[in-house]
Every structure is written in structure tokens, then in C-alpha cells.
């Protein structure tokens, strides 16, 4: 049951729940649709991957990679209304309560935030210092595909897993020279500037030294940049320490129980699917 650990991109998961259940739960006046669903998709994980190890990582607030490069992800923020500010501040209160609340309470132990650095970063971290284990990160984020030497993805929006054979086949380069595509092309979700002009294909075709001359004489001519991005891009982050981990955790149906019962969640509690999570998740 426990050959393999799944790591959650919990930012990304809760994000997914956000726009899964628009249409929000509620109890107590509380909106709740985003630990609701969150959990949801813990069994479904569980169930898929016959496990019930599971390590949580979330973005810190704060940035390193801002200190280096100002802009970074300024354009995630830009142009917001009044009433998308206030959909995060709600789905922001449920995040908090999820890491620092009910994971706790049903006795999860890995659950990470370090300040300054990202998710990608905890990632990283783990599955690069941790080798004798068969890791499943649950993401949406194509930054790690340079760690698919250590794991593999999957994108629970799509149900789909991604491995380096996969990689490989479809990129046509190893998993670790992904971050340096990545940095000669840039990354417009994170608001990075990479070279003008060259996307994904004519950066691997640069790699495997299949650009024309002209292409070729603009890549080197644009080395600040891509060394800059590098630094924002390649995981981990520098400075992150190595992240302890525990490999043996308890979990608690009578925690579990209390989070039912104090959120509302009452399909959990009915008779077969308490028994599912009891039994998933060796609760004690």
C-alpha cells in the first residue's frame, strides 16, 4: 500500500477545487468548497495509486526570486477586479485552514511551507534528496519536467501522467535539459522574458544544435538572459535546505471525524465511504 508517496501541489490542487465548485459550500457561514473538495481528491488519489503516504508543499507569499527579478509574476496580478480580489481572500482563508487546521487534525505530518521559495522548490528538494522512493507529484506545471529523472507528473485536471519515457518521446531531450529551454525561451505564465522570437521547438532544436546560423548567433548573443532565467527557472531555488521528511505518520479517524462534523461534510460520514477512508488511509 505504501510503495509509492504522492506530493501534492496543494496551491494547484486547491485552485482546481476553486474553479471545480464555483458555486461554493458553505456551513456556518463559511465558505468551504475548497477543503471540501480538496479532501475529495485525497481518497480519489489514494484510491488511484494505492497509497496513503502523502507529502503537502505550498507557496510561501514571499519570493526569492523576486529580490532577483522584480517582475516576476507581477502580470498574476494585474488587472484584477474588486470582486476576483475578493474570490481570493475567500479561497485564501481555505487554503490557510487546510495547512495549518485540517491536515494536522486527521494527523498528515509532511505538510511544507518554507519562506521565500515555491512549491517547484519543496519538490525538488525531496524528490531529488530521497531516491530509494517512487514519487508521484500531483501538479500542473511544466517547470517540472526537469525532475522527471527523480518522479513522475500528474495532472489531475486531465487524468493524465506524464514519465520521462513519455518526455522523451514527445520533447525529443532528456527531462534535465528542460530548465534550459525553458530559460532561452521564457515563461509568459511566470512573467519571464526569454529570448525574442524563440519558442519551445527552436530552443530544444538549439540544444540538439539543429538551428540555422542567424537562430544559432541570437541564442549565444542572448546568454544575460538565459543566464538570469536559469536562476529562476532550475529546481531547486538555491538555498533551500534539505527537507526532512517522515516516512511513518498516524492518521486519526478520530480527527478525521472532527473535520467532518465541524465543516459539515456528511457524505463523508455515511456508513461505506467512512469505512473507505478508514481503510485508505489506515486510520486508527
Known sequence: MNEITIIIDC???????????????????????????FLRHLLELSRQFQTNQFIFCWDSRDSFRKKIYPEYKINRRADRSEEEIESDKIAYKQFDLLRTYVLPTMG?????????????????????NNLDIKYIVVANDSDLFQLLDYCTLYNISKKRLMTKIIFEREKGIKPNKWGIVKAIMGCSADNIHGVSGVGEKTAIKYLKRETTPK??????????????????????????????IIHQQD?????????????????????????????QFNMK
Open 11 to 37: 496551491n494547484y490542487l486547491c485552485y482546481v477545487n476553486k474553479f471545480a465548485l464555483s458555486k461554493g459550500l458553505a456551513y456556518k457561514g463559511n465558505r468551504t468548497e475548497i477543503i471540501f473538495g
Open 108 to 128: 498528515f505530518t509532511n505538510i511544507l511551507l518554507k519562506k521565500g521559495y515555491e512549491c517547484d522548490d519543496l519538490i525538488a528538494s525531496i524528490v531529488k
Open 215 to 244: 537562430t544559432t548567433l541570437k541564442i549565444k548573443n542572448s546568454l544575460e538572459i538565459i543566464y538570469r532565467n536559469m536562476l529562476l527557472i532550475i529546481l531547486p531555488f538555491e538555498g533551500i535546505k534539505q527537507l526532512q
Open 251 to 279: 492518521l486519526s479517524k478520530k480527527g478525521f471525524m472532527t473535520i467532518c462534523e465541524q465543516f459539515a461534510f456528511n457524505s463523508f460520514l455515511e456508513i461505506k465511504l467512512l469505512q473507505e477512508w478508514i481503510k
